[in-house]
């Protein structure tokens, strides 16, 4: 597919009206559907209009775009994603954009959803529309990157939280935890909680803290995350906070515990590209186990254990060897504590 990298809108380049496409998608979570933004740009690299995705059932960014823009034949069209050629929720977008008699559009990357997967490119190529690479695939997957893993794998992106004492530790003997960290770190807590379509917890957090695994923060508008919770031979409470909220139980029929695999595999099934394993020691173990971790999220609270209580991670560390290598991507002061993000594995 010929590079749109060389085509100039008036002196804008094409990187820079992809962004503002991408940055339009800021703050959504239409999984599991992607976020999609689209910009419709005249020959002099104007922005006549903007369109983005926004909820599942809602229209698609293409169609918002074009709405209300009477001649496009002169316009290019700019989308972060490909378009979809297929009925879902809404009519195919390569209808609306053969119907706008718009000729030119650039696409951020192909789409790996198998329903799509080039079909929507080469729809419209055969209605003779050009359609452009940006060139930008890496950037584009990197504002999605759970819908793109999703879509490739059938499994949720994994994300583990913990909170911890500078020491390492998660809870005291006697099992309390809250709170180990600052109110700062709390709250950009929640802003994490609302980046991803579910939180798990193990049996031992949910009798421990009847945690109810909400977003809150003010003037938080989203959808909440949904709630999941592995059991093995212990049985939840009925009346446990997150039972109200639907929360889908991950258990075996002979209590023996979960394939952490097969568990991805069940809510990769049912829409959810993202998942935060919030603990406690034992549950972020069997993930850790897996190797279905991708990154760690870290809160150091300004408290020293000192002295050993529920150590972050169960079980035992036997040998150097057996750690496992990560690589630190921020390191971030809130209030008196620290956050460090960080992926498993070296640096490639
Ligand atoms: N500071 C923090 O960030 C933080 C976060 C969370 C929790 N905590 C603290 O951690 C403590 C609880 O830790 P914990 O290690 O006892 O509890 P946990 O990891 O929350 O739960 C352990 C239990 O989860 C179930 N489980 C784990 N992996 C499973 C799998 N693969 N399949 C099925 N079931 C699975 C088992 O339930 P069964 O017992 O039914 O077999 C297991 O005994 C509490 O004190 C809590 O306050 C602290």
Redesign the pocket.
Known sequence: MRRAVDNQFGGVAVDELMRVALDATSGTYPHPNPRVGAVIVSRDGTVRSLGVHRHPGQPHAELLALQGLDDVTQDTMIVTLEPCDHHGETPPCTDVIIDSGIKTVIVGTLDPDPRVSGRGMDRLRAAGIEVLDSGLSELVESNDSSYFHHRRTGRPLVTLK???TLDGQ??ALD?T?QW?TSPESRNDAHHLRSQNDAIA?????LL??DPLLTVRFDDFRGRQPVPVV?????SIPTDAMIMNRDAIV??TEDHT??D?GVALDTLGGRGITSLLV???????R?FLDSGAVHRLVIYIGAKLAAGTG?PAI?GSFLTLNDALPITITNVDSLGPDVKITASLGEVA
């Not at 917890?201 to 957090?205: K, S």
């Not at 592995?230 to 212990?234: E, P, T, V």
């Open positions: 913990l909170a911890t998660i809870a099992g935890s180990i917890v193990g049996a031992g957090t421990a803290d592995f059991r093995g031979r212990r991950l258990a515990w979960v952490i919030e603990g406690g020691a034992t549950l972020a069997s529920a169960a």
